[in-house]
């Protein structure tokens, strides 16, 4: 199945088998793989991000008990990170997936719009209608579903 054609509920298990539980993560995820291996510190590729400090060593901590960042040890404040694919096949596969999303624009957007609230909902969920949009948040491209709010 094409990433630009997927559902949120796909969006939301690829996500989920991931362990992606928020944009921070998901962004330092993007920026080691594009810089495969990177001998920089987390403050470092917090302001390169644009985020708070603990926020990048809480992602990098999450991302490696997943599996897909390898660190070396603390030495002279900076570390060697590398990204890594786990070797589960459920977790390529859903990596897959979310890499051909976030080729286009409107993949990305569909992804931040995902992560932006933190915790997607676990697969299956979206069958409740608790996806949708609340008062003030606008609806992701590509989303069919209507609100009317009384």
Not at 90 to 114: E, M, N, Y
Request: with cysteine; aromatic share 8%.
């Amino acid at each position: 199945m094409s990433g630009e054609h997927s559902s949120d509920a796909d969006l939301d298990g690829w996500l989920y088998t991931l362990g992606i539980t928020s944009l921070c993560q998901w962004d330092v995820l993007i920026f080691l793989y594009r810089h495969q291996t990177s001998l920089v510190g987390a403050d470092s590729i917090a302001r390169f991000l644009g985020y708070a400090n603990g926020q990048v060593v809480a992602a990098l901590d999450v991302l490696e008990g997943v599996g897909f960042v390898v660190r070396s040890r603390v030495s002279l404040i900076v570390r060697l990170y590398q990204f890594s694919v786990p070797w589960d096949h459920s977790q390529g596969d859903a990596w897959a997936h979310l890499l051909a999303l976030a080729t286009h624009r409107a993949g990305r957007v569909r992804l931040s719009t995902r992560l932006r609230g933190g915790q997607p909902p676990k697969p299956g969920a979206a069958a409740g209608g608790s996806t949708l949009p609340g008062r003030g948040q606008a609806a992701a491209p590509g989303d069919q579903a209507v609100r009317a709010d009384t």
